[in-house]
């Protein structure tokens, strides 16, 4: 099914990850947000104001398209009952090189645990797209987890490993998890983030997995609208719907002049905009920029609303 770059990223969060935030294993949680992808395969990429709304059983999750040039994305996600917050706002910088683009993804991320006051802010590694010798997709790059009220860091490396080009990707992770006062290594982080991921234990050497790609992504669920009255008119969905039906029903022509049209009414909105010197704000975020620390979103909600698009 085609989907929007926000449908992209809110899965990231509402599709494995729930349970791992409510056992507070950041680490795993971290890793389960990484998704296989496909080289040649491109969501849409999201109007302004478009929105992403979906609720599970104990996570609700919303996310906006705060800025279209440059395409700046903001997510709030909110368990109220065991009080966890996670808060990202995410901007792609594409960087050429030779065979290779790289992708990277900038903005800050947040994951709020206020029952134990503890703050977790971390970044995300970055999509290496190649060409040659042979076409492929792979996160790779450092991703640094710290909190500062914890004193607990994280540091950990995805790599992708191939033979010239024509062995299959191994998609590796290392790393560790620190005590940042003490700087003595708690745990040493080995795997594949797309298979198993495993902990050892410094101080008695003990090994146990932390996370089973093949666990998480097999319990993936399409999202339900429970009440199509109640979902909003800016929803990825209902903004690509009829892109998106004729793509399923393999009518090209009729999908290139729905994308046309949906582009077409976002050029009317902006020489509106410009006309009447009117200025967009987004509906649930407020957005920030400054030159040392680039974009920054901050949900004007303190908690996420339940969605009339659920999964069980």
Same mark, same amino acid.
């Given at each position: 099914? @085609?989907?929007?770059?926000?449908?992209?990223?809110?899965?990231?969060?509402?599709?494995?990850?729930?349970?791992?935030?409510?056992?507070?294993?950041?680490v $795993?949680?971290?890793?389960?947000?990484?998704?296989?992808?496909?080289?040649?395969?491109?969501?849409?990429?999201?109007?302004? &104001?478009?929105?992403?709304?979906?609720?599970?059983?104990?996570?609700n999750?919303?996310?906006?398209?705060v800025?279209?040039?440059?395409?700046v994305? $903001?997510?709030?996600?909110?368990?109220?009952?065991?009080?966890?917050?996670?808060?990202?706002?995410?901007?792609?910088?594409?960087?050429?090189?030779?065979a290779?683009?790289? &992708?990277?993804?900038h903005?800050?991320?947040e994951?709020?645990?206020?029952?134990?006051?503890?703050?977790?802010?971390?970044?995300? @590694?970055?999509?290496?797209?190649?060409f040659?010798?042979? @076409?492929?997709?792979?996160? *790779?790059?450092?991703?640094? =987890?710290?909190?500062?009220?914890?004193?607990?860091?994280?540091?950990?490396?995805?790599?992708?490993?191939?033979?010239?080009?024509?062995?299959?990707?191994?998609?590796?992770?290392? &790393?560790?998890?620190?005590?940042?006062?003490?700087?003595?290594?708690?745990?040493?982080?080995? &795997?594949?983030?797309?298979?198993?991921?495993? $902990?050892?234990?410094t101080?008695?050497?003990?090994?146990?997995?932390?996370?089973?790609?093949?666990?998480?992504?097999?319990?993936?669920?399409?999202?339900?609208?429970?009440?199509?009255?109640? *979902?909003?008119?800016?929803?990825?969905?209902?903004?690509?719907?009829?892109?998106?039906?004729?793509?399923?029903?393999?009518?090209?022509?009729?999908? %290139?002049e729905?994308?046309?049209?949906?582009?077409?009414?976002?050029?009317?909105?902006?020489?509106?905009?410009?006309?009447?010197?009117?200025?967009?704000?987004?509906?649930?975020? %407020?957005?920030?920029?400054?030159?040392?620390?680039?974009?920054?979103?901050?949900? =004007?909600?303190?908690?996420?609303?339940?969605? @009339?698009?659920?999964?069980?």
């Amino acid at each position: 099914m @085609p989907k929007s770059q926000l449908q992209c990223y809110g899965e990231e969060v509402y599709c494995g990850g729930c349970d791992m935030l409510s056992r507070c294993n950041i680490v $795993a949680w971290s890793i389960s947000t990484r998704r296989p992808v496909i080289f040649g395969v491109a969501p849409y990429n999201p109007i302004l &104001g478009e929105t992403h709304h979906v609720s599970t059983p104990n996570l609700n999750v919303l996310l906006e398209q705060v800025s279209h040039h440059p395409p700046v994305t $903001a997510l709030h996600a909110t368990n109220e009952k065991e009080k966890i917050e996670t808060i990202w706002c995410s901007y792609v910088v594409p960087k050429f090189n030779g065979a290779a683009v790289e &992708g990277q993804v900038h903005g800050k991320r947040e994951l709020k645990l206020h029952n134990h006051g503890e703050t977790y802010e971390m970044n995300a @590694p970055y999509l290496m797209i190649r060409f040659l010798p042979v @076409p492929s997709c792979d996160w *790779v790059g450092n991703v640094h =987890i710290r909190c500062p009220e914890s004193a607990i860091e994280a540091e950990l490396c995805y790599t992708s490993h191939t033979l010239f080009g024509f062995r299959a990707s191994r998609k590796s992770i290392k &790393g560790k998890i620190i005590d940042s006062i003490s700087t003595k290594i708690l745990y040493e982080i080995n &795997g594949n983030w797309d298979s198993i991921v495993t $902990a050892k234990d410094t101080n008695n050497g003990e090994v146990r997995v932390i996370y089973d790609a093949k666990e998480v992504i097999s319990g993936l669920q399409t999202p339900v609208v429970k009440d199509s009255e109640c *979902v909003w008119g800016s929803e990825s969905a209902v903004v690509w719907s009829e892109v998106s039906e004729a793509i399923m029903n393999k009518e090209w022509e009729k999908a %290139t002049e729905a994308k046309k049209s949906v582009e077409e009414r976002q050029r009317e909105l902006s020489r509106e905009r410009i006309t009447k010197g009117e200025t967009w704000l987004p509906k649930h975020f %407020t957005l920030s920029h400054s030159k040392e620390g680039g974009w920054n979103c901050f949900p =004007i909600q303190n908690w996420v609303p339940p969605s @009339p698009i659920q999964t069980l």
